[in-house]
């Protein structure tokens, strides 16, 4: 997957999940495969560009919960689940 596709695969997913970021990064990381801040921006390390696409959207849609969510708690990982199953279902 080039960056574009990336992009586009974060961009579709903030859709579904309903939140929006003002910014994306994709550069190389040394121990983490994302982040995001508080203003919005996320980043993703490069190297995943060559992973799998299931663990691809597993860091997306991480990132993405913790635009609207700050911790790992059971909401958290509940959404997550869901997400993550083919059927997503979309949240207003
Ligand atoms: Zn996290």
Redesign the pocket.
């Known amino acids: 997957m080039d960056k574009n596709e990336f992009i586009k695969e974060v961009t579709e997913l903030s859709q579904k999940i309903g939140v929006s970021f003002k910014e994306i990064q994709i550069r190389t990381m040394k121990n983490k495969w994302g982040s995001c801040s508080h203003s919005g921006r996320v980043t993703f390390n490069s190297k995943l560009l060559d992973e799998t696409e299931e663990k691809q959207k597993y860091v997306i849609v ?2 993405l919960l ?1 635009l609207k969510y700050g911790e ?1 708690n059971k909401l958290f990982n509940s959404l997550l689940k869901a997400y993550l199953s083919e059927d997503l279902p979309t949240l207003q």
């Open positions: 991480h990132e913790h790992h």
